[in-house]
């Protein structure tokens, strides 16, 4: 019988109530690209987890090489050779690249510029060694998210790990950089290292793995190997029903323009220029999408929008009133709702139950309060309603909303914007991090606004989902739009190329 | 000697001990745990030493008693805040008031009293020929001496050793220095406690040189000042010398000007060192408000390994 580089047998764990890993069986060899596929809260980041020492198994033992391991923290994980590339980093923002590579490390007190400059070296011969680039001597709160990756993967290699664990390593790269990872993952492979990826896309799955183990709602469904199957069995094998992804067909509108952006420049908080004279009109019942790598401006795109920023030159008509000063009741007055892109941050409070989230825009008004007192009794009817009418789960109204799933937040949060019947929709991110129902619903509700006349910009960085919904997509880079698609003409590889800065085909064969 | 001269003199003697008491806050926020209990630990350690020191004659046993009890204290709260993971706020502000009582209570049969002898001082008559610098450097006391040389070995350590490397990374990020195999907590324990010996030092300084003789309530609240101080300089050892010195030089010009027998109320001249502050912080603030605060990211987060994000 062959021996498994990596082998979990029966494996555990519960958080409270909830089992997040139940008597899960994993595999894998050396000199493989193992996925791990489920969709988000299948369990995929948690059986990892407890690979690489993170978290402990309540139950269920874990092989390395054949011999039982017991991995009860990072280190030991580290000892025995695991090494696992977090979806949120694991860097410390204020070191530069090579002192977090190089951190743990308990050889050699004293560091002083030769023992600095040999490290260096050291470490860009063994990212060059596996296609990988980033400049070592600077901080990481400088470095691309793309580059913070690569930090992350040669820390592992630094640290001579060979089964290397990636955790949703996609999610943040544009298209480009998927395949530049792609091909780092197979010179690992012919390294003879044990490579486990876990992801929810069914595509990068397919185009980079040699056998699939396919978990569903903390269970083991099935390991599959990658040439013997197709995308339409893993999606059934994923949700357990099979799902079609389409575009959802929709009749053209000729509405009038609600929101035209000028030349609009902004500073972002360290003083570099977030947005440099970006132009984008929103017309009523169209969705506009943004496409673009994190961190392109997208994020104060929004904030300008909504009131949160000032921006330092440009025009803003709204409405066919110009916009003077950024104020967030201004905007929530003159009909501008918004889906933030972190939910838990500053979209909802997460000690408060559903009421008082839900009021958070609309107490001011007669309906909701008189002389300052809030009308309780009528409050809490009208949440209730509101919660009914959009399906959230919540054992109580009361209930803290942290509590409850990301999809029933992500719903209690359009309940709020949407029900005043915005103009304009600003949703950024909007279905992150929730599962296929879930965003299903969130697409529902965005096409609802469209036909009933409002406009919804879109920004998003999940390519799929842009195409769908968008009637125009836009695509920013360094803080310009730099490209126009409309609903017939996109397609993947010219907006993926635009997000990487590339204009038109023509440029990228020069 | 000048003016100038006699001012530095006197800003490097008062400000000594807020340096000692800044560099001990420093290792403690660079490690991610808030102090406020400066004051408390400066008293504490001014009280132990006159104590000890009145008992016993000999300075070097009473310094050694002034570590070891802020050392006591200091890993009481490092208890607290890292392994009960309480409130650090409340935990400081605890070690404050507990701090200015217990010390109130000791000092209480030796307030008054003079202590036997100052700090030896180093001569270096070598230095006398040269100006300015020969009148500032050619008779430092030890503690002095002890605290710039301590400034440049812990610029040293935190920038250029392996020990460095943790220490911030500890603080910006518990998490990531966990899983490079970093002991966290063993790393917290050590620096809230060495942290904590040093503030103690400071008051020990405190009363060794700027006021010979125990009172109630001696450090005037210089604890709270050490607190702002390590705002102030941005968790940099070289940069808290530096505000150390300057707050020492504005606590002496008031009290020269009232020697001069100036119009000012002494009251509004006590105020100086305080309204410059406040002045002084607005301008940096205004001046930094793109950068980066420097603060430790992770500074009053207590850290838990086993967590769901």
Same mark, same amino acid.
């Given at each position: *019988?062959?021996? &498994?580089?990596?082998?979990?047998?029966?494996?555990?764990?519960?958080?409270?109530?909830?089992?997040?890993?139940?008597?899960?069986?994993?595999?894998?060899?050396?000199?493989?690209?193992?996925?791990?596929?489920?969709?988000?809260? /299948?369990?995929?980041? @948690?059986? *990892?987890?407890?690979?690489?020492?993170? &978290?402990?198994?309540?139950?269920?033992?874990?092989?390395?090489?054949?011999?039982? +391991?017991?991995?009860?923290?990072?280190?030991?994980?580290?000892?025995?050779?695991?090494?696992?590339?977090?979806?949120?980093?694991?860097?410390?923002?204020?070191?530069?690249?090579?002192?977090?590579?190089?951190?743990?490390?308990?050889?050699?007190?004293?560091?002083?510029?030769?023992?600095?400059?040999?490290?260096?070296?050291?470490?860009?011969?063994?990212?060059?060694?596996?296609?990988?680039?980033?400049?070592?001597?600077?901080?990481?709160?400088?470095?691309?998210?793309?580059?913070?990756?690569?930090?992350?993967?040669?820390?592992?290699?630094?640290?001579?790990?060979?089964?290397?664990?990636?955790?949703?390593?996609?999610?943040?790269? @544009?298209?480009?950089?998927?395949?530049?990872?792609?091909?780092?993952?197979?010179?690992?492979?012919?390294?003879?290292?044990?490579?486990?990826?876990?992801?929810?896309?069914?595509?990068?799955?397919?185009?980079?793995?040699?056998?699939?183990?396919?978990?569903?709602?903390?269970?083991?469904?099935?390991?599959?190997?990658?040439?013997?199957?197709?995308?339409?069995?893993?999606?059934?094998?994923?949700?357990?029903?099979?799902?079609?992804?389409?575009?959802?067909?929709?009749?053209?509108?000729?509405?009038?323009?609600?929101?035209?952006?000028?030349?609009?420049?902004?500073?972002?908080?360290?003083?570099?220029?977030?947005?440099?004279?970006?132009?984008?009109?929103?017309?009523?019942?169209?969705?506009?999408?943004? /496409?673009?790598?994190?961190?392109?401006?997208?994020?104060?795109? /929004?904030?300008? $929008?909504?009131?949160?920023?000032?921006?330092? @030159?440009?025009?803003?008509?709204?409405?066919?009133?110009?916009?003077?000063? +950024?104020?967030?009741?201004?905007?929530?007055?003159?009909?501008?709702?918004?889906?933030?892109?972190?939910? *838990?941050?500053?979209? %909802?409070?997460?000690?408060?139950?559903?009421?008082?989230?839900?009021?958070?825009?609309?107490?001011?008004?007669?309906?909701?309060?008189?002389?300052?007192?809030?009308?309780?009794?009528?409050?809490?009817?009208?949440?209730?309603?509101?919660?009914?009418?959009?399906?959230?789960?919540?054992?109580?109204?009361?209930?803290?909303?942290?509590? $409850?799933?990301?999809?029933?937040?992500?719903?209690?949060?359009?309940?709020?914007?949407?029900?005043?019947?915005?103009?304009? *929709?600003? /949703?950024?991110?909007?279905?992150?991090? %929730?599962?296929?129902?879930?965003? +299903?619903?969130?697409?529902?509700?965005?096409?609802?606004?469209?036909?009933?006349?409002?406009?919804?910009?879109?920004?998003?960085?999940?390519?799929?989902? %842009?195409?769908?919904?968008?009637?125009?997509?836009?695509?920013?880079?360094?803080?310009?739009?730099?490209?126009?698609?409309?609903?017939? @003409? +996109?397609?993947?590889?010219?907006?993926?190329?635009?997000?990487?800065?590339?204009?038109?085909?023509?440029?990228?064969?020069? | =000697?000048?003016?100038?001269?006699?001012?530095?003199?006197?800003?490097?003697?008062?400000?000594?001990?807020?340096?000692?008491?800044?560099?001990?806050?420093?290792?403690?926020?660079?490690?991610?745990?808030?102090?406020?209990?400066?004051?408390?630990?400066?008293?504490?350690?001014?009280?132990?030493?006159?104590?000890?020191?009145?008992?016993?004659?000999?300075?070097?046993?009473?310094?050694?008693?002034?570590?070891?009890?802020?050392?006591?204290?200091?890993?009481?709260?490092?208890?607290?805040?890292?392994?009960?993971?309480?409130?650090?706020?409340?935990?400081?502000?605890?070690?404050?008031?507990?701090?200015?009582?217990?010390?109130?209570?000791?000092?209480?049969?030796?307030?008054?009293?003079?202590?036997?002898?100052?700090?030896?001082?180093?001569?270096?008559?070598?230095?006398?020929?040269?100006?300015?610098?020969?009148?500032?450097?050619?008779?430092?006391?030890?503690?002095? !001496?002890?605290?710039?040389?301590?400034?440049?070995?812990?610029?040293?350590?935190?920038?250029?050793?392996?020990?460095?490397?943790?220490?911030?990374?500890?603080?910006?990020?518990?998490?990531?220095?966990?899983?490079?195999?970093?002991?966290?907590?063993?790393?917290?324990?050590?620096?809230?406690?060495?942290?904590?010996?040093?503030?103690?030092?400071?008051?020990?300084? =405190?009363?060794?040189?700027?006021?010979?003789? !125990?009172?109630?309530?001696?450090?005037?609240? #210089?604890?709270?000042?050490?607190?702002?101080?390590?705002?102030?300089?941005? !968790?940099?050892?070289?940069?808290?010398?530096?505000?150390?010195?300057?707050?020492?030089?504005?606590?002496?010009?008031?009290?020269? =000007?009232?020697?001069?027998?100036?119009?000012?109320?002494?009251?509004?001249?006590?105020?100086?060192?305080?309204?410059?502050?406040?002045?002084?912080?607005?301008?940096?603030?205004?001046?930094?408000?793109?950068?980066?605060?420097?603060?430790?990211?992770?500074?009053?987060?207590?850290?838990? #390994?086993?967590?769901?994000?």
């Amino acid at each position: *019988m062959q021996e &498994y580089s990596v082998e979990m047998r029966g494996i555990v764990k519960r958080f409270g109530s909830v089992t997040a890993s139940d008597q899960v069986d994993f595999s894998a060899n050396a000199g493989e690209i193992h996925a791990l596929l489920g969709e988000n809260g /299948a369990g995929k980041s @948690t059986v *990892m987890s407890m690979l690489s020492g993170v &978290y402990r198994a309540d139950e269920g033992e874990i092989l390395i090489h054949g011999k039982p +391991a017991k991995i009860r923290s990072p280190k030991d994980a580290a000892m025995l050779g695991v090494g696992m590339v977090f979806q949120n980093f694991r860097l410390v923002q204020t070191l530069t690249a090579a002192e977090n590579i190089v951190l743990g490390e308990k050889s050699s007190f004293w560091r002083g510029r030769n023992w600095i400059k040999s490290k260096h070296k050291e470490i860009e011969e063994l990212a060059e060694r596996f296609g990988l680039k980033f400049p070592v001597d600077r901080p990481i709160w400088q470095l691309s998210v793309g580059e913070q990756q690569r930090v992350e993967i040669v820390k592992t290699l630094y640290r001579g790990a060979d089964i290397i664990i990636l955790d949703e390593p996609t999610s943040v790269l @544009t298209p480009g950089e998927v395949e530049g990872l792609f091909s780092t993952l197979r010179r690992m492979k012919q390294e003879g290292k044990t490579v486990i990826m876990t992801t929810h896309k069914m595509k990068e799955v397919m185009a980079s793995s040699d056998r699939i183990s396919v978990m569903r709602k903390g269970k083991m469904i099935a390991t599959l190997v990658t040439k013997d199957t197709d995308e339409r069995e893993l999606a059934r094998l994923m949700v357990g029903r099979e799902v079609v992804i389409e575009r959802q067909e929709r009749e053209a509108t000729e509405g009038e323009e609600l929101l035209a952006v000028k030349n609009l420049s902004v500073d972002a908080d360290h003083g570099r220029k977030a947005l440099d004279g970006l132009s984008l009109t929103v017309c009523k019942g169209e969705i506009v999408g943004v /496409a673009g790598v994190a961190g392109n401006g997208q994020k104060e795109l /929004a904030e300008v $929008l909504t009131g949160l920023r000032t921006w330092r @030159t440009g025009e803003i008509v709204f409405d066919g009133a110009p916009v003077k000063t +950024a104020s967030v009741r201004g905007a929530i007055d003159s009909g501008i709702s918004h889906v933030p892109e972190n939910r *838990m941050k500053s979209g %909802l409070a997460g000690k408060l139950g559903s009421v008082d989230n839900l009021l958070f825009k609309s107490y001011r008004s007669e309906e909701h309060s008189k002389f300052g007192f809030l009308k309780a009794a009528k409050n809490r009817s009208w949440s209730e309603e509101l919660v009914r009418k959009f399906d959230v789960k919540t054992p109580e109204l009361d209930t803290p909303v942290q509590h $409850l799933s990301g999809g029933n937040q992500q719903k209690l949060l359009f309940a709020r914007e949407v029900t005043h019947q915005p103009k304009l *929709m600003v /949703a950024v991110h909007p279905t992150q991090g %929730l599962d296929v129902g879930a965003t +299903a619903g969130v697409h529902e509700l965005l096409m609802e606004l469209r036909a009933s006349g409002s406009g919804v910009l879109l920004i998003s960085e999940d390519l799929d989902e %842009l195409l769908q919904l968008s009637d125009r997509i836009l695509v920013i880079y360094n803080g310009a739009i730099i490209g126009e698609e409309t609903h017939e @003409t +996109a397609d993947r590889e010219s907006i993926g190329l635009m997000m990487a800065g590339i204009r038109s085909r023509e440029e990228s064969l020069v | =000697m000048d003016f100038v001269t006699q001012l530095l003199i006197a800003a490097i003697s008062a400000g000594t001990p807020l340096l000692l008491a800044t560099l001990g806050g420093i290792l403690n926020e660079r490690a991610g745990i808030i102090q406020l209990g400066a004051e408390g630990l400066m008293l504490m350690g001014a009280v132990t030493t006159c104590v000890v020191f009145l008992r016993t004659g000999n300075l070097g046993v009473a310094l050694l008693a002034t570590l070891g009890v802020t050392a006591l204290l200091g890993l009481i709260h490092a208890f607290l805040s890292i392994t009960l993971r309480a409130n650090q706020t409340m935990s400081g502000l605890a070690m404050t008031l507990f701090g200015s009582g217990l010390s109130a209570y000791l000092g209480k049969s030796i307030s008054g009293n003079p202590l036997p002898s100052s700090l030896p001082r180093l001569d270096l008559s070598f230095l006398k020929p040269i100006p300015v610098i020969g009148d500032i450097f050619g008779n430092l006391d030890v503690l002095t !001496w002890f605290s710039i040389v301590l400034v440049v070995v812990l610029h040293l350590l935190i920038h250029r050793t392996s020990w460095g490397l943790h220490l911030r990374a500890v603080g910006d990020s518990p998490a990531t220095a966990d899983v490079m195999g970093v002991h966290v907590r063993l790393i917290r324990y050590g620096y809230v406690t060495v942290g904590a010996m040093l503030i103690g030092l400071g008051g020990a300084d =405190m009363v060794l040189t700027v006021a010979p003789t !125990w009172n109630e309530g001696l450090t005037g609240g #210089r604890g709270w000042i050490a607190v702002g101080l390590v705002i102030f300089a941005r !968790w940099n050892p070289v940069r808290a010398l530096l505000c150390a010195y300057f707050f020492g030089a504005l606590d002496s010009l008031g009290f020269r =000007m009232q020697l001069l027998g100036s119009a000012i109320p002494p009251y509004f001249l006590k105020m100086i060192p305080y309204i410059v502050t406040i002045l002084v912080l607005m301008y940096l603030g205004y001046r930094n408000r793109n950068k980066p605060s420097g603060t430790p990211e992770s500074l009053g987060v207590p850290y838990v #390994r086993e967590q769901r994000f």
